[in-house]
């Protein structure tokens, strides 16, 4: 693996890292719905599976981690709740506000330890999902656990979080390599 000596600064290190992760957010958000299909045809979750806590992106978006907890918080900071609907728009806030902060510790992280940019990103993407989906969403009570999880839910869970790490590994690629060009 050939790691490029120029790195961005601290300040363009943030902002590359923010970006990257970012357009790793979308990349994520945009493989779900597919991951989800072929996930469901390999494995078909029952009307019961589908029904739980972040089982079901396409057809039951109110019950994913993120709205739930803009309920959650809504309850808490307002003293009212929040309807599915305002809750579900609000969903993309929160994933693209985790992929920028994502982004950034990875950059940083990959500046001072290149071991983490291995594979091309896919253990990092599923490090990412083993602190948040495989562990402290649920402890949250955000989803149900892993184990009570459908089995297609892994095949879209998992593989989207694979495919951000994949794709924040391409971001901070391009940002090394443009580094490396304008010094």
């Known amino acids: 693996m050939r790691v490029s000596r120029a790195t961005p600064s601290n300040r363009g290190l ?9 357009a790793a957010a979308w990349v994520k958000a945009s493989s779900e719905p597919r991951l989800q299909r072929i996930g469901e045809r390999l494995f078909p979750p029952s ?29 808490i900071v ?20 985790f992929g920028v902060g994502a982004g950034i510790a990875y ?13 091309l990103g896919v253990p990092a993407g599923a490090a990412l999902w ?3 989906h495989g562990s402290t969403v649920p402890a949250a009570g955000l989803q149900g656990t892993p184990r009570s999880m459908p089995r297609s839910w892994y095949v879209w869970e998992f593989g989207s979080h694979l495919v951000f790490g994949v794709a924040l590994e391409l971001g901070r690629r391009i940002a090394v390599d443009l580094a490396t060009q304008t010094s």
């Open 130 to 132: 083993l602190v948040t």
């Open 78 to 97: 307002t003293g009212s709740a929040i309807d599915d609907e305002r809750s579900t728009r609000a969903m993309p806030y929160i994933h693209y506000a």
């Open 47 to 75: 009307q019961a599976q589908k029904s739980m806590l972040g089982a079901d992106i396409t057809g039951r978006p109110e019950r994913m981690p993120p709205a739930v907890l803009i309920r959650r918080l809504g309850r």
């Open 107 to 119: 950059f940083s992280v990959a500046q001072r330890r290149p071991i983490v940019t291995a594979a």
């Open 14 to 22: 943030v902002a590359a890292g923010a970006v990257a992760g970012a």
